[in-house]
């Protein structure tokens, strides 16, 4: 179990807020408030860094729990084909009594968010925080920054990959040919350029459609 109480069955109290201006691409902050509200001081995993924490964002629509832990299992590449599982090691944490610590990070960065509603609650173990409502919508400044990440070529191919499939919702034909992340510069440059094309004749159609319409149609892809 990763709660041990040096006193009594106490367990911490937690405590979320949430900070969104609700633009998809934009930040999602999260900060979580764990408290000891007892007499005694008691010993848990560290949250933040613990793969017993871990933020909910559930799709009201589908029910759908977007999840993920504070902790995070990285892969090592160790060659020839093999990878290795790297855990991360969790130090125990002691709060005394009527102290806490606070847990704090950006869903829009450990998520594939989409326009939509959620529940978005923290879970330390068997505990429960209480739950905030979070509505994403798709805007014109999501649509700019979309496809600015969709022709950044630096960016992570999930990153774009994500990009490109959100851009497909507003123009169904839009589509580009990503470079697989261990593509050559020679076997990248080919498609790049023609990814650049294809993100040039989006943003063209994008510019011709009137404002009101493309308005009305962003709404719309918010459930």
Do not use: C
Request: zero cysteines.
């Amino acid at each position: 179990m990763m709660l041990a109480n040096t006193a009594n069955a106490a367990a911490p109290t937690l405590t979320l807020q949430l900070k969104s201006d609700g633009v998809l691409t934009s930040a999602v902050a999260i900060s979580v408030v764990v408290a000891n509200r007892s007499a005694a001081p008691i010993t848990i995993e560290d949250p933040r860094a613990s793969t017993h924490a871990s933020v909910h964002v559930v799709d009201l629509d589908t029910h759908e729990d977007h999840s993920f832990s504070m902790g995070q299992n990285a892969t090592t590449d160790l060659g020839h084909g093999q990878f290795a599982l790297v855990v991360p090691v969790v130090k125990p944490v002691t709060l005394a009594a009527g102290r806490s610590l606070e847990v704090r990070v950006d869903a829009n960065e450990r998520l594939f968010l989409h326009p939509g509603t959620f529940d978005v609650f923290f879970s330390l173990g068997d505990l429960q925080s209480n739950h905030v409502a979070l509505t994403v919508r798709f805007t014109e400044q999501s649509l700019e920054r979309l496809l600015a990440l969709a022709a950044d070529a630096k960016a992570s191919y999930a990153r774009r990959e994500w990009a490109v499939e959100l851009l497909k919702r507003v123009k169904r034909d839009f589509a580009l040919t990503l470079p697989a992340p261990e593509a050559t510069e020679q076997e990248r440059a080919p498609l790049e350029t023609a990814n650049r094309a294809a993100i040039e004749s989006l943003r063209q159609w994008v510019a011709a459609q009137p404002p009101a319409e493309l308005a009305r149609q962003l709404r719309t892809l918010t459930r």
